[in-house]
Structures are given as C-alpha cells and as structure tokens.
C-alpha cells in the first residue's frame, strides 16, 4: 500500500496579504519558516522514501526545511504546482471579482471547468495531479512518501476523491503547514487524514 502525506507549504506575505498566488510566488514569511521546522520535526518520525515539492518557490523553501529535518532527499515534481491562475495573479478577490465578474461566480461556485484568462481549470491541474498519483504507485509500492503542494490543488483533490459534484464547493479547511494524509488500497485513493495540524499546536507569530 502506497501511503503519501502531502503538504502545504508554510505561510507566505501573500497570503498574509489576501493576494493570489498561483504560480506566481512570495517568499515564506518568518513565521511560515516556523511552521515548516515544526513540519520538519514531525516528519523525521515517519520512515520516508523520498520527499517530493513543487518547483514554486515557496514550496522549494518549505520542503528545503522539511529535507533539513529529515534527512531525506527532494525532488521537484512539476504536476504538484499550484493552479495557474492567469490573469489574475497577484490580485485580491474582490479585485478579481471586479476584473472578472462572469469568471468569479463560477470559480467560487467550484465549477471545475471555469479558469482565467491564460490559466488553468481545476479540471486540467487535477489531470497533472492524478498523473503524479499514478506515477507515485509505479515508483513507490508499499512506501509512504512526502510530497509539498499548494491550496488550490489540495482543495480540488479533496472534491475529486469524495467525488463532490460539479459546482458544489468542497468545504475543507487547508492551513498553512498542514498534513494531508492518503492511502492507496484496493485500486483506489483514499483520505486517510486531513488538515492534521497537531504539530502547530501552541506555535504562534
């Protein structure tokens, strides 16, 4: 059985900031370091094959710490990027619900085919992330492996797995740091945990 704990990387000034990322980037706020030593720590205790990351630069820096911590080699995975939000990186909602108001309605409704311009569906990041998940099965039986990822395509594999309609918000929690927690066991992925953030306990900024 394939066991993959994924991660979201540490708090960055964007979020801190309310502006969307995609994949853009901003740098892991001193806090966001924090997060991910305490990451780090927990992770040390799990028995790893191999830590994957993002090649987005706050995920490079998360995992850089979580390597630090562990011992274990990182590689970069391309599929685990971010949603590509297009246009409207570096804008804050509200901005983007006046830069694109017949977009927004069905971005937040998770309508799984909307994008902005020059980005990317939901629809489309999950066909590179189930890409990887395969793959993962191929390279990895019966190991548990690390892999940092980002928000958007957390909360998009959450509807996917618990096959949530199309245009019904999934509503999960993703916080910074957190650990998500999937099995792979009779010929299908499951949700073992999710948005396990025990390791932040008492960790303030």
Known sequence: MTKLIL?????????IA???QGQSDSPLTPFGRKQMERAGARLA??????IYSSPLGRARQSSSILGQSTGIRTQQADPLKEIHFGDAEG???????????????????HDTAAKFPNGESRDEAMLRFFAFLDQLIIDHPEQTVAAVTHGGVLAALFAKILK???????????????????????ERWKIKSWNDIAHLEGLSD
């Open 7 to 15: 991660i979201r990387h540490g708090q960055t000034e964007s979020n």
């Open 18 to 20: 309310k502006r969307i």
């Open 45 to 50: 205790k799990v028995p790893l094959a191999v």
């Open 91 to 109: 804008s804050s909602w509200p901005e983007v619900g006046q830069n694109y108001p017949s977009i927004i309605d069905s971005w937040y409704h």
């Open 164 to 186: 949530i309609p199309n245009r019904q918000r999934p509503l999960c929690v993703i916080d910074n740091a957190s650990f998500h927690c999937l099995e792979y066991r009779s």
